[in-house]
């Protein structure tokens, strides 16, 4: 008998306050490590290889407008799977009232 694995459904963010699909993670106490390849004299720097270390999750939120993504409580969600239930239960409320 062959083993599948199960289908992953890709979940969808759209920002109720602008409808934005496009959804950012704020983390908090980063240190960030970047090569600067360019010194320009007016203090235009050019920078690249951009890596981080440490840092912790604050929250999510819609990259256009800010828009914080909260829980039923108010709090602001900085779980990954908080985040997929407030997609899930996001999808189910447009799916119930369209």
């Known amino acids: 008998m062959k083993n599948t694995l199960p289908t992953i459904k890709s979940l969808t963010f759209t920002c109720p ?8 993670d704020v983390t908090v106490n980063v ?3 970047s090569r600067i390849t360019s010194l320009n004299e007016d203090g235009d720097f050019e920078y690249d ?7 912790e999750l604050s929250h999510y ?3 256009h407008c800010g828009y914080v993504i909260v829980d039923e409580n108010g ?11 407030w997609l899930k239960s996001r999808a189910e409320k447009s799916t119930n009232n369209g």
């Open 31 to 33: 240190s960030l490590f």
């Open 49 to 55: 290889l951009e890596d981080s270390s440490d840092g």
């Open 75 to 85: 709090l602001k969600i900085n779980d990954c799977l908080e985040l997929v239930k």
């Open 61 to 63: 939120q819609c990259w």
């Open 17 to 24: 306050e602008c409808g934005s699909n496009v959804i950012e």
